[in-house]
């Protein structure tokens, strides 16, 4: 038991090494931002960025220098250098929004880890105010986490082959679109920017300044959901957008791997048909068209809205889609959701939520995957009651290729729903004792371990220290998929029992 939960000191180098790198390289993204200001004539803004990234690559450079790389990284290893890599990212991704003076460091860190891990709360209480430099690097964190922190560096770490595909597998991916994993991530990174053009030219031509146009596709694509203004795609009261809006956050709430399956070449395999045999698109399209008949019909019959049907389904569609892919943009404000939405509207939303997006893309939630593996569990199991003993049943799910679902993938599917439930439960406990209304904190707490973002407005900048650190713990481990903050933790409980 000993041997399975301590770090050797070779591999704590070699972990202290690779998070030197990408301290390096997070303290050079964080340049990025400098450029806007100067555009902008946001000259405050310019230190805080240039203090911050000093502190990073600084910090970076000690680490990556002073801790040669000795060993391979185990998956243990590789798991503990992803979970805690994306607590580093954030504590220096929140100098910027300290030094300038807009946040707390706590509330900082907040919005860093909600960038990162593409859930979209903010700590901001007028966004409206917010400068434009501050705003491009809430989207471009978003835009990051969306791709991830770990994928985006695979693309140029320079590492064996076995501590890539362990890297790959730790940030919670577990699928390769080509035989190299390197392969893959740039795979991956291609297909993000084509997409990324693609949203700020439909942004631009729906009518979005160009500015917003790169911002709101940081947040679509990334199914992040952070916003320019309070109001969020509201503010613009366009249809035309919010269409671009809906497109572009069901394409990042799509497999990155069916991506390349269908897109034509030079950017895929040009198999587009593989989109409609796929589980997780026989499991998202029911979910969104049943989902937005339950609110649309709900909000149709209160009174808020004229019992204007049209009106009723256009808010319906929007929130729906944006609850099911884990993005977050609002076209109804929180204090709507809270009142109007009250019943049917919160409790379809919150359930979409959990649900979550597909594997292998921006998304959250439990996955399309695990729920469609789930439901044809149920029918295979009745299945087995009806036919003869000696009759054999066929367990296999098409996503991207047939998969034979043997009893491996049944148990770990059903031990990921049932923690991942079992800390949304504990969640709500906790916020319960700080927040009563009951239906609102079960909408936020599964808006947070989700990665979602939609709110009703309950956290907030004025939020208890306590509700902030536990909504960072649940964006962190839903973002990661749970297992690797578990061995994480595990192993620092033990090393530190053990002292």
């Keep these: 038991m000993h041997s399975t939960s301590k770090i050797k000191m070779g591999e704590a180098r070699s972990i202290l090494h690779y998070t030197g790198f990408m301290c390096i390289f997070i303290g050079l993204l964080m340049l990025t931002p400098i450029v806007v200001a100067l555009i902008y004539g946001e000259y405050k803004y310019i230190l805080p960025f240039v203090y911050s990234s000093l502190i990073s690559i600084l910090f970076g450079i000690i680490l990556f220098k002073i801790f040669n790389k000795e060993e391979e990284l185990t998956l243990r290893g590789a798991m503990i250098f992803s979970t805690g890599i994306w607590l ?13 003076g807009d946040l707390t460091y706590l509330e900082g860190y907040f919005e860093a880890m909600s960038g990162y891990t593409t859930t979209g709360f903010s700590m901001y209480l ?18 990051l986490g969306g791709v991830g922190i770990i994928v985006m560096a695979l693309t140029i770490l320079s590492s064996p082959n076995i501590n890539i595909m362990r890297l790959y597998a730790a940030e919670g991916r577990d699928e390769r679109i080509l035989p190299s994993i390197r392969h893959t991530t740039r795979a991956i990174l291609y297909v993000y920017v084509l997409y990324t053009a693609l949203g700020i030219i439909l942004f631009k031509l729906a009518g979005m300044p160009l500015f917003d146009s790169v911002f709101y596709t940081f947040s679509a694509l990334s199914t992040g959901g952070f916003a320019m203004q309070n109001a969020s795609l509201a503010f613009y009261n366009n249809i035309w957008i919010e269409i671009v809006a809906m497109i572009i ?30 589980i997780e698109t026989k499991v998202s399209w029911p979910l969104l068209i049943i989902g937005t008949i339950l609110v649309a019909v709900f909000l149709f019959n209160t009174p808020y809205y004229g019992h204007n049907f049209l009106l009723s389904l256009r808010l319906s569609v929007f929130q729906v889609i944006s609850a099911l892919t884990t993005t977050g943009l609002q076209t109804s404000s929180g204090p709507q959701i809270t009142n109007q939405y009250a019943g049917m509207g919160i409790f379809v939303l919150t359930l979409l939520m959990i649900i979550g997006a597909g594997s292998c893309s921006t998304g959250g939630g439990i996955k399309w995957i695990r729920i469609g593996t789930m439901v044809k569990e149920v029918w295979w199991e009745i299945k087995s009651y009806l036919l003869p003993q000696s009759a054999k049943i066929s367990k296999k799910i098409h996503h991207i290729q047939n998969i034979t679902v043997d009893k491996d993938i049944s148990r770990l599917t059903g031990l990921f729903v049932f923690i991942f439930l079992s800390v949304y439960i504990v969640s709500v406990i906790i916020t319960l004792f700080y927040y009563q209304n009951v239906s609102q904190v079960l909408f936020e707490v599964a808006s947070a371990i989700s990665n979602v973002g939609l709110t009703s407005s309950l956290i907030t900048a004025t939020s208890p220290p306590v509700i902030k650190v536990l909504f960072i713990f649940d964006m962190w481990i839903g973002r990661l998929e749970i297992w690797p903050i578990l061995i994480f933790l595990a192993i620092i409980l033990r090393n530190t029992v053990r002292r």
């Design 88 to 100: 580093v990212a954030c504590a220096f991704s929140a100098l910027p929004f300290y030094f300038s």
């Design 126 to 143: 007028n966004l409206n105010a917010a400068a434009y430099t501050m705003d491009f690097w809430r989207g471009f964190m978003q835009w």
């Design 249 to 278: 956050m069901i394409i990042g709430a799509t497999n990155f791997a069916l991506h390349y399956t269908i897109l034509p070449a030079p950017f895929g395999r040009g198999k587009w048909n593989e989109y409609f045999k796929d």
